[in-house]
């Protein structure tokens, strides 16, 4: 199993330096559903020009933990969120944080692709037309041709804008839906599981636009396939039984483990 | 070996295909039955239009015929000068026109052929006198409607006397527009579903205009906005009930808070689409908050992921998405308010009013309390008309469930 993990090319590139102060960081956050602990002391940086990538076996809580991130978790009844997540400096679960505001600046793009049952052009309008962050339709149709550039669908749809979002192919409804994220021009943007309902050349697609989107956003992935996280992130965070286990470089993550439970899970054992 | 010739046998075996048999005569017996319900409320739907419009399509005739009018000798006494003046139709009204017409009528016919005409005859004569005032000075002869008696006698189904002198004189059917624009009268012969009909109209409206904002944002605000809790709980436990209250419950409603509280003017399409209105407000909550549910949860995620407030999901994403289904429950709720009779009588809309109503405040009835009434009526003249009013109502309510259903994949089209 092992061997099939390769380091990403830009990893080797990087120098062994201290990070700077990162961009979200978390400490200690638990979550509870009502009574029930879904997550315990969890504690972790995102940092700018950096894939952080969240592992571990399905129900370990990766994806409560991203949502907490932008605070979708707030939408769930009963949903209850302790410790401190920091995005530059400023705590987001603070009473004057604005949760609007926050979603814009950490966008998100989910599981499933989900676009608006709307056009290509609409659903990505829509995020700078409910922050009026165009002035005129000329300034609109930039960001929308930008954004569908960024997520690298433009080629693609350039000539049948008008036409619904829900008709495209799978692979292609999920890089909309990234563009419709970007598009408001946030400064973090995670991901939940972005490729797990898409075929291995939409994954690739996927996998490479993360790799170019890095270098302007702060970025943070969920995924249940460890090669996707070893291909694509530096930084890398496993999660087990609501636990986060081990957080660190990709690189030492997957080649030295400190945790055993860690050392398990990357060779197969279980999960 | 054994045990793979075991399991041979099991799938082959005589039980086996027994069992296999059973399974697909199971299949096929419920698919008779299916078939069977099908075609016995199609068979049912067919009897009642059969019926319907057997009955009801000799409301929209009516029978006339030909009488010579001797004016000059006649004991009339008109001046054709008035009939040119705005005073016109009043002054062929009292100008004893039923006279002139009995006289003409026993001259022609023998004696007590004066059934043959009645009130409508009347009217219509008056009409042509004042279309032509020229007619007053000669002997003519005219078409003329004849009374409701003899017109069902005419239609085969009257007292055998005036079928004998409806046999002797010339007759004809011709389409009877005045019942489309008429209002109620006692005289079957003139009366018409106009007046009725806009009273429904106004009525509908009034119960749109409040049952459907009204249920749609109860709808929105239950099933995104409000917390779950003892409350709520309670609020929808009543409405669940109150779509279930017999409608008549509601009429009490209306009377006790519209009329005596209130003092709203009775048996106005205000205080009738008031009491629908509360009658269709649950259907269309409950049909709301379903479709409002079914919207995908993910649609809700998307629009929150790009930092759109509460108000801003709801109002872009779900209510559009969900409108098509609220729209069919509206659809269903209208038109059993529509056709709503028992409310509308505890709230006085069961008064005779003779001419349509010219806003939502003045007295009207409605096509339903309007059949109710004209089918408690002894005059045999009623029957036909009772039939045709059932018949616009049937059109009128396929047409309103036809705007709708055309309004609803306008918008399921929109996205």
């Known amino acids: ?132 962050l165009a002035a005129s339709k000329g300034e609109l149709d930039g960001v929308v041709e930008s954004s569908l550039r960024r997520a690298g669908l433009w080629e693609e749809v350039s000539d049948r804008l008008q036409e619904s979002g829900t008709a495209l192919s799978g692979g292609q409804q999920q890089r909309l839906c990234i563009a419709r994220a970007i598009a408001v021009d946030p400064e973090v943007i995670l991901m939940d599981e972005p490729c797990s309902a898409l075929d291995p050349i939409a994954t690739a697609k996927i996998e490479e636009l993360i790799h170019e989107l890095r270098g302007r956003y702060a970025i943070a992935i969920v995924t249940h396939n460890m090669q996707q996280a070893a291909r694509v992130s530096q930084r890398t965070a496993f999660f087990h039984l609501g636990e986060m286990v081990e957080y660190g470089r990709t690189k030492d993550i997957f080649t030295n483990p400190v945790q055993q439970r860690t050392q398990d899970y990357i060779t197969g054992r279980y999960g | 070996m054994s045990s793979a010739v075991a399991t041979m046998n099991r799938w082959t075996g005589e039980e ?79 100008a004893g026109l039923e006279g002139v017409l009995e006289q003409a009528a026993v001259a022609q016919f023998g004696e007590g052929a004066g059934e043959l005409f009645g009130g409508g005859s009347a009217r219509s004569l008056g009409d042509q006198l004042i279309a032509d005032p020229g ?131 009775r048996s106005a399409p205000l205080v009738g689409g008031l009491t629908l209105a509360l009658m269709t407000m649950p259907v269309i909550v409950i049909a709301g908050r379903n479709a409002i549910k079914s919207v995908p949860p993910s649609i809700r995620d998307a629009a929150l992921g790009v930092g759109a407030s509460k108000m801003q999901v709801v109002f872009h994403h779900v209510l559009p998405l969900a409108l098509p289904g609220i729209l069919t429950g509206t659809i269903i709720g209208m038109a059993r308010a529509l056709g709503e009779t028992a409310p509308l009588l505890m709230i006085g809309m069961r008064a005779f009013i003779a001419s349509p109503p010219a806003g939502i405040t003045e007295p009207a009835s409605v096509l339903p309390v309007q059949i109710f009434l004209w089918s408690d009526e002894v005059d045999r003249g009623f029957v036909e008309k009772t039939s045709a009013a059932i018949i616009v109502l049937l059109v009128f309510m396929l047409m309103m469930n036809g705007l709708a259903i055309y309004l609803r994949n306008k918008f399921e089209r929109r996205w």
């Open chain 2, 135 to 265: 007619l007053l000075s000669r002997k003519v002869e005219l078409w003329l409607p004849v009374s409701s008696k003899a017109d069902v006698a005419a239609k085969g189904d009257g007292d055998p006397a005036i079928e004998k002198l409806v046999a002797k004189a010339e007759t004809k059917r011709v389409f009877n527009g005045e019942f489309l624009t008429a209002s109620d009268a006692t005289d079957p012969s003139v009366v018409g579903v106009w007046g009725a009909l806009k009273g429904s109209f106004l009525t509908i409206l009034v119960t749109m205009g409040l049952a459907f904002p009204i249920g749609v944002l109860a709808a929105l605000y239950l099933e995104e906005f409000a917390p779950r809790n003892r409350w709520t709980d309670m609020i929808e436990v009543s409405i669940n009930n109150l779509a279930a209250v017999p409608s008549i419950i509601f009429g009490l409603l209306g009377l006790a808070v519209f009329l005596n509280f209130m003092h709203l003017p």
């Open chain 1, 1 to 132: 199993m092992i061997d099939t993990i390769v380091p990403s090319p830009t990893e080797t590139a990087e120098p062994a330096v201290v990070d700077g102060p990162p961009k979200m960081s978390a400490r200690s956050v638990g979550v509870f559903y009502g009574e029930k602990q879904a997550l315990k002391d969890v504690s972790v940086d995102i940092h700018d020009d950096k894939v952080t990538a969240f592992i571990g076996p399905s129900g370990c809580g990766k994806s409560t933990f991203l949502r907490c991130l932008n605070r979708m978790n707030d939408t769930i009844a009963g949903a209850r969120v302790t410790g401190d997540i920091d995005l530059d400096g400023e705590d987001i679960y603070a009473s004057k944080m604005d949760v609007v505001q926050l979603r814009a600046r950490v966008g998100m793009v989910f599981q499933k692709p989900n676009p608006f049952p709307k056009s290509i052009y609409e659903n990505v309008a829509y995020g700078p037309r409910i922050h009026g």
């Open chain 2, 16 to 94: 086996m295909q027994k069992r296999v048999a059973k399974r697909y005569a199971a299949e096929r017996r419920f698919r008779f039955f299916g078939l069977a319900a099908v075609g016995l409320s199609i068979a049912f739907l067919a009897f009642l239009l059969v019926s319907m419009a057997w009955q009801g399509l000799g409301g929209f005739s009516r029978t006339e015929t030909k009488l010579t009018i001797d004016f000059p000798r006649s004991d009339l006494i008109l001046d054709p000068a008035a009939l040119k003046g705005p005073q016109a139709q009043e002054v062929v009204a009292t």
